[in-house]
T-cell receptor
Framework: EAQVTQNPRYLITVTGKKLTVTCSQN?????MSWYRQDPGLGLRQIYY???????DKGDVPEGYKVSRKEKRNFPLILESPSPNQTSLYFC?????????????FGPGTRLTVL | AQSVAQPEDQVNVAEGNPLTVKCTYS??????LFWYVQYPNRGLQFLLK??????LVKGSYGFEAEFNKSQTSFHLKKPSALVSDSALYFC??????????????FGAGTRLFVKA
């Protein structure tokens, strides 16, 4: 089954404790992306990757890191989480081809930073 | 930079009536426009997209959207709403960067309530 998986689905942590949220897709997609969803703000893009070893900042990259060492994986790293990073996070992937294709979204990770 | 606006936080419609969820955009160059839907406690699902061609785009679950270049709008429509259409709807636009890649800009979302 074609899918984007994220782990963990729920996470409660404390300020300053480094964490990683994993994202994996099995569709051989070139494009992968991380978003955060906050009430009234919609989805805001954190980082995106056009392909392996190519990453770029989205609109809200501060406090986050990513890496794209393999095509299928795109982990999101919070080196020193703060309460303002409490949010619902989504990973997504798509083909790029001759233009932007539809994005497939993971189920989401709800993060609470105390 | 590109931008997307969804002017209504919420849309209420009775079952069986037509529905419209509004989206306006600001782009430089050709727009690539998308609609996604989010059901409670779920990720986003693709509904439809406009890249080029016919201004009326048909998508999943009976939804369609009309691209209007002069009004810079891409409103989502359905002729007859179902209670099961109640969800959060997002409009999105591609925002090219300067290295051949692209960001994705989402609107704030519109919550649709369909009443039986």
């Amino acid at each position: 089954e074609a899918q984007v998986t994220q782990n963990p689905r729920y996470l409660i942590t404390v300020t300053g404790k480094k964490l990683t949220v994993t994202c994996s897709q099995n569709m051989n997609h070139e494009y992968m992306s991380w978003y955060r969803q906050d009430p009234g703000l919609g989805l805001r893009q954190i980082y995106y990757s056009m392909n392996v070893e190519v990453t770029d900042k989205g609109d809200v990259p501060e406090g986050y890191k990513v890496s794209r060492k393999e095509k299928r994986n795109f982990p999101l790293i919070l080196e020193s989480p703060s309460p303002n990073q409490t949010s619902l996070y989504f990973c997504a992937s798509s083909h790029t081809g001759t233009g932007p294709d539809t994005q497939y979204f993971g189920p989401g990770t709800r993060l609470t930073v105390l | 930079a590109q931008s997307v606006a969804q002017p209504e936080d919420q849309v209420n419609v009775a079952e069986g009536n037509p529905l419209t969820v509004k989206c306006t955009y600001s782009v430089s160059g050709n727009p690539y426009l998308f609609w996604y839907v989010q059901y409670p406690n779920r990720g986003l699902q693709f509904l439809l997209k406009y890249i080029t061609g016919d201004n009326l785009v048909k998508g999943s679950y009976g939804f369609e959207a009309e691209f209007n270049k002069s009004q810079t709008s891409f409103h989502l429509k359905k002729p007859s709403a179902l209670v099961s259409d109640s969800a959060l709807y997002f409009c999105a636009v591609r925002d090219p960067d300067n290295t051949g890649g692209f960001k994705t800009i989402f609107g704030a979302g519109t919550r649709l309530f369909v009443k039986a």
